[in-house]
């Protein structure tokens, strides 16, 4: 006997499903096959990230193609694999994954992380960056260093050049100093000897007497090469106060014009054995360093008369004769007070060499 249904449910009739409720259902199934998918690529991604990173070798990923696949996927496996996806064990080494196409955009790698080189690898490329920038910083401060330690020489060579040059200055001025000095001592002392020979037997005075005149100007020494001229400088002299002739000892010393014996003889001083004549005008000229006087004071000589021998008598280094010019009025001796005796000389007719 069949059971009767009851109540209001009982009375009404079966209802065939309309078309608007059979879209609903359809609409369902739908996002529950959309969702089943989400899920099959969300696992799909966690196995990738797991596995080894795939090589050039390795079987390409496919996309699932038909509407069984996704079907698949809504309803579910038993075993829980990736929809479209060879079961783990099944044909070792030549499976091949297969992914849907919305899937693949998921794989793409990280740009941070390199996964295609080993952790050992990309531990001996960080080393080998450390090293190059330690190198690169250890260039740096050694340019650093030389560039201050450049800069330090040069400030200490500019201190020095400075010293160098105060110190070449002040000696300059000593030098002067004493060379004034030096000067002026000897004038004195000139003087004094010159003020002492006077009375003398080797000294005399022309006054009155003729002086004699004419005849051909002499060269003092044969050639009169000049070995030093007037007013040089020379570890030998502070100031040179006539000229050096040389010649070898021994060599006769004449009269380059006529005139008198005002002095022939030895003070002690720097001349050594000399002669001084007086010429005609009023001028003397002063004969140093000879070995030996062939003259006395007070003797009238003409031009070319030999008056003494070249010597290195006095304060001299090596043979030679030093000539020294006195203008009228001038006491020979007088150092400082001679002229330069080469115009003296050109103008009787005399070269020197």
Do not use: C
Not at 22 to 28: D, K, M, T, V, Y
Not at 46 to 69: E, F, K, N, V, Y
Not at 313 to 326: C, S, V
């Amino acid at each position: 006997m069949t059971r009767q249904p009851q109540g209001r449910a009982a009375r009404r009739p079966a209802a065939d499903p309309g078309p608007d409720r059979r879209s609903w259902l359809s609409q369902g199934f739908a996002a529950l096959g959309i969702s089943a998918l989400g899920l099959a690529i969300a696992g799909s991604m966690s196995l990738t990230t797991s596995a080894q990173p795939m090589t050039a070798g390795d079987a390409p990923i496919t996309s699932a193609s038909t509407p069984a696949d996704a079907a698949s996927s809504a309803a579910g496996t038993v075993d829980g694999s990736v929809p479209g996806a060879a079961k783990a064990g099944a044909g070792a080494g030549t499976s091949s994954v297969s992914q849907p196409a919305a899937a693949q955009a998921f794989l793409a790698r990280d740009p941070g992380v390199d996964t295609s080189r080993s952790e050992q690898l990309r531990a001996a490329l960080a080393k080998e960056r450390a090293a190059q920038r330690a190198e690169d910083l250890a260039k740096t401060a050694e340019q650093v260093t030389r560039a201050v330690r450049d800069q330090a020489s040069k400030a200490r060579k500019n201190t020095l050049d400075a010293t160098e040059r105060q110190i070449q200055e002040n000696a300059v001025k000593l030098a002067w100093a004493r060379q004034q000095r030096a000067i002026a001592a000897r004038v004195a002392a000139g003087n004094a000897v010159a003020t002492a020979t006077d009375s003398t037997s080797t000294t005399a005075d022309p006054g009155n007497t003729t002086i004699p005149t004419g005849g051909t100007a002499v060269a003092p020494v044969p050639g009169a090469v000049v070995g030093a001229r007037f007013g040089q400088y020379g570890l030998w002299s502070r100031y040179h106060t006539g000229l050096d002739f040389r010649a070898a000892a021994g060599t006769p010393i004449r009269a380059v014009l006529p005139g008198v014996v005002v002095f022939a003889g030895n003070v002690g001083d720097w001349s050594g054995n000399h002669v001084a004549i007086r010429h005609a005008g009023g001028v003397t000229t002063m004969s140093s360093h000879m070995s030996r006087i062939a003259v006395s004071a007070g003797q009238s000589v003409s031009a070319g008369q030999i008056i003494g021998y070249v010597g290195e008598t006095g304060r001299a280094f090596g043979p030679h004769l030093h000539f020294e010019l006195y203008p009228a009025g001038v006491k020979y001796g007088d150092v400082y007070r001679a002229i330069d005796p080469q115009p003296w000389l050109r103008a009787h007719g005399l070269q020197t060499h």
